[in-house]
């Protein structure tokens, strides 16, 4: 299902870049937001929420591409994984920062009372520790450099994502209904990752027997 050789190479070109231009659309609506001065009667809250939602969204995002890959049979939404990754690091980062810069407002006693004091502040904490080499690792240089160590270390992505709903679970106070949703999307996520028979079609020769 790959392209041909001379055929124009449009993902490169039309969708990635497109793909980039989307994800940045709900950092581009904070900016915009900040510099007019609307972001809510809360803005802290606005920027925390929204950059925690889009980091939490592009990670299971980045793990859904596999199992695209087997159910559609096209490889082509690997291209794809990378970047995604690297765009939930960005907004999980920017999510930290707002935390350390605007929450806690450099007072880094504080945060580190923070850290161990609440457990979904420490889940979160840990979990953008553990992204932090993924997204160290991802260029190609390094992918060649680890070898066989780079497919184990980009794993841990699964554990991110496990914590980044862990710590959206713990903080919710009421409403559980949304965490609850992604923890369902990673669930399966997680499922496919160690059942990939699930999603397999079963080769054509099988088929083809089956159908008689
Ligand atoms: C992979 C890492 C992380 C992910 C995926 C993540 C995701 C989220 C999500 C989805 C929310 C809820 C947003 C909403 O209510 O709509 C949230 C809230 C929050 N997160 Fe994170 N987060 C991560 C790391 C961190 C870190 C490192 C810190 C700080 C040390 C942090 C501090 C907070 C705080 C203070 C809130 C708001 C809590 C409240 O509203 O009471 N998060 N995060």
């Given at each position: 299902m790959d392209r041909p050789e001379?055929?124009?190479?449009w993902r490169r070109f039309v969708a990635k870049p497109l793909l980039f231009g989307a994800a940045l659309i709900p950092f581009g609506l904070l900016v915009h937001g900040a510099a007019v001065g609307?972001?809510?009667?809360n803005p802290l809250e606005r920027v925390t929420h929204t950059t925690g939602d889009w980091g939490l969204r592009f990670l299971l995002l980045t793990l859904a591409m596999t199992p695209l890959r087997q159910l559609t049979?096209?490889?082509?939404?690997?291209?794809f994984r990378r970047m995604l990754g690297l765009f939930a690091f960005f907004y999980v980062s920017l999510h930290f920062l707002t935390w350390i810069?605007?929450?806690?407002?450099?007072r880094w006693a504080n945060m580190l009372a923070d850290i161990a004091k609440r457990p979904f502040v420490t889940v979160g904490f840990v979990a953008w520790l553990l992204l932090l080499p993924l997204a160290l690792t991802s260029t190609r240089a390094m992918m060649r450099r680890l070898g066989r160590h780079w497919k184990r270390l980009h794993r841990t992505v699964y554990a991110v994502a496990v914590l980044g709903v862990l710590h959206f679970l713990w903080l919710v106070?009421?409403?559980l209904l949304e965490p609850l949703i992604y923890a369902a999307v990673l669930f399966v996520l997680l499922l496919v990752r160690w059942r990939p028979g699930l999603l397999k079609r079963p080769p054509l020769s099988t088929r083809a027997l089956d159908a008689r």
């Open positions: 001379h055929a124009f190479p609307d972001l809510g009667a049979a096209w490889s082509g939404w690997l291209t810069w605007l929450d806690q407002e450099l106070k009421a409403d």
